[in-house]
């Protein structure tokens, strides 16, 4: 089976480093599409050039289709998105938006990511009860979940897929038991938004976090939030910023103290911009949307898949999950020495990740089946 699909193709010249480099490590940091160094460069050439007479109009019409873009990619409202600089800010907007009171819990899974455990135990200075779910064979498990749960759980708080395994969680089961307990459930997306196909309608998620600097291939300081506008309980904007409200782009006036917020989620962003990462993300956006996520998603799993088949003959083990529910983009596996193997991947341009001590194999939509061969032929 070849799984490279002839239409991906024409997007490896996106990616000049390919006849070199095989970089299978997007669950680290994504590489920047050529056409999204070349709107970079757009934007400088902006400060320098003419286009500089238009350039609040040309910078706040990207931020629109952006929001609208990364709306469309998980299945929300132009409205309920905004962009931000990280996911950790995304997620602390959550976190200290939320109003707990002492005694309120937070619950956590105890193989999460840092970014999304660190802004939540911050809030034990306050009085907030964390606790870590245990996990079930390195997985996220539901019946753990659901023992934890108690009337004072206000938070549910977990990545789409986990860093390490790629570990797929169930969203719409988790997103009924939240909706069913009143439990604020709120997804960081990172490792599954641009490579995986998610509903946050179906799945009922209050509010995702998701930084840009890795499957969206844009750059890092790019992210966007998603906050439901059916969400279950109304965040309040403990940052607040002059871009939170609406000046019509008319910035002839600024003595204006009193404007209202905006009502949508454009309220949590807070002042100026990284306008040349917004032109990055901007480009990378428009790719993805053009490639497709479905097709991502068949493609980087095709690709994984003839790993799979090797990796089973062979004397490694497979650490992710296999299940396709639980499937990602990402496969993990050991073998005897792993840290060896991850050097000897590096010196012949392989690029991995090493994680919790396994191998991170993390494809993306220009990747193809030869690269995989390679891969498979060092192992
Ligand atoms: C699950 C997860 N969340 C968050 C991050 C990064 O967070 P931030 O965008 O805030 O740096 C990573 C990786 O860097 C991650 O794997």
Redesign the pocket.
Same mark, same amino acid.
């Given at each position: 089976m070849n799984p490279a699909k002839p239409e991906l193709s024409k997007y490896r010249s996106e990616f000049p480093f390919t006849d070199r480099v095989t970089f299978l490590a997007h669950a680290s940091f994504g590489p920047l599409p050529q056409r999204s160094w070349k709107a970079t460069e757009e934007y400088y050439d902006c400060l320098r050039l003419e286009q500089i007479k238009d350039m609040d109009k040309v910078a706040f019409d990207k931020l629109d289709d952006i929001r609208a873009m990364t709306a469309q990619m998980i299945h929300a409202k132009p409205e309920e998105t905004a962009v931000v600089t !990280?996911? $950790?800010y995304g997620l602390n907007v959550a976190a200290w938006g939320l109003d707990l009171k002492p005694g309120d819990k937070v619950l956590l899974s105890d193989v999460e /990511?840092p =970014? !999304?455990t660190y802004p939540w135990t911050n809030l034990r200075q306050k009085g907030v009860t964390v606790e870590f779910v245990p996990s079930k064979n390195k997985c996220f498990d539901i019946d753990n979940l659901l023992r934890a749960i108690d009337a004072r759980t206000k938070v549910l708080a977990i $990545?789409f897929v986990q /860093?390490f395994n790629g570990f797929k969680i169930d969203l719409k089961t988790i997103g009924q038991i939240c909706e069913e307990k009143d439990i604020f459930f709120v997804v960081?997306g990172? %490792?599954g938004i641009g490579n995986l196909e998610i509903d946050v309608k179906e799945c009922k998620i209050d509010l995702v976090a998701n =930084?840009g %600097?890795k499957w969206l291939l844009s750059s890092p300081g790019t =992210?966007f939030i998603y906050v439901s506008s059916e969400a279950k309980r109304e965040i309040n904007p403990s940052f607040f910023g002059w871009l939170g409200v609406d000046w019509k782009l008319d910035f002839s006036d600024l003595f204006k103290f009193d404007l209202e917020p905006f009502p949508s989620a454009r309220k949590f962003e807070i002042g100026t911009y990284p306008y040349s990462q917004i032109w990055t993300m901007h480009s990378s956006l428009q790719l993805l949307a053009e490639v497709g996520i479905r097709n991502i998603q068949s493609h980087s799993q095709a690709l994984l898949d003839l790993l799979i088949e090797h990796l089973r003959k062979k004397d490694y083990h497979i650490t992710s999950r296999l299940e396709s529910d639980h499937r990602s983009c990402i496969l993990s596996f050991s073998g005897k020495d792993t840290e060896g193997l991850f050097r000897k991947l590096r010196k012949h341009n392989i690029i991995t990740s090493l994680r919790e001590g396994a191998i991170r194999v993390a494809p993306h939509f220009y990747n193809t089946a030869d690269e995989m061969e390679k891969l498979i032929q060092l192992l």
């Open positions: !990280n996911t $950790s /990511f =970014g !999304n $990545s /860093f960081d990172i %490792q =930084g %600097q =992210g």
